[in-house]
């Protein structure tokens, strides 16, 4: 993958991975083998977590097509090999939350995935994303859902400042 055409995205918009169906992969022990390398990555880029969540959901039996989904994260990566968390000095101490959500977006039972991330004045210092315990019916209702586990973080995180004498606006 040395000589690969970089990509701009982690994951394809348009491609609805499923468990069912699909050619198997030849090699299963190589597609965990990569799989477990990207988990490392995750650590300090965040903006393939979701991508590697993904596709570490059919370890137990990968296809071609979710070969192809791994080797989009590696293009990616090639391209954005520059990126990644960096910690500044900053004396902002104001917390600052962004949700979202894609509804229907799990293309096995159409549940919806719902993240957050929360900053403290530059500094990107939580974020998850996750797959939604229930069907949302609507789009605004998924982002509902992701917005109220976002508060519940967010207030978790305001406590938490608040006992290690941390103000934040």
């Known amino acids: ?37 990207l988990q490392y990555i995750t650590l300090t880029r965040p903006d393939v977590a979701f991508s590697v969540n993904r596709v570490c959901q059919f370890m137990h039996n990968p296809s071609e097509d979710h070969w192809s989904m791994v080797k989009r994260i590696l293009r990616y990566l090639k391209h954005t090999i520059k990126y990644g968390l960096h910690i500044t000095k900053s004396p902002s101490q104001d917390l600052q939350a962004f949700t979202g959500a894609d509804w229907a977006g799990y293309g096995d039972d159409r549940k919806s995935t719902g993240g957050y991330a929360f900053y403290m004045g530059p500094n990107l210092i939580s974020w998850a994303s996750k797959i939604q315990k229930k069907v949302a019916l ?32």
Do not use: N
């Not at 000589?3 to 992969?25: E, H, N, Q, R, Y």
């Not at 406590?159 to 934040?168: D, K, P, V, W």
């Open 1 to 37: 993958m040395a000589d690969c055409k970089p990509v701009l995205t982690a994951m394809a918009t348009t491609i609805k991975a499923s468990s069912a169906g699909g050619v198997a992969f030849s090699d299963a022990t190589k597609y965990r083998s990569i799989i477990g390398a």
């Open 138 to 169: 609507s789009s605004t209702e998924s982002k509902y859902k992701a917005l109220a586990d976002a508060c519940a973080k967010l207030t978790w995180l305001q406590s938490l400042f608040g006992e290690l004498g941390l103000s934040t606006a």
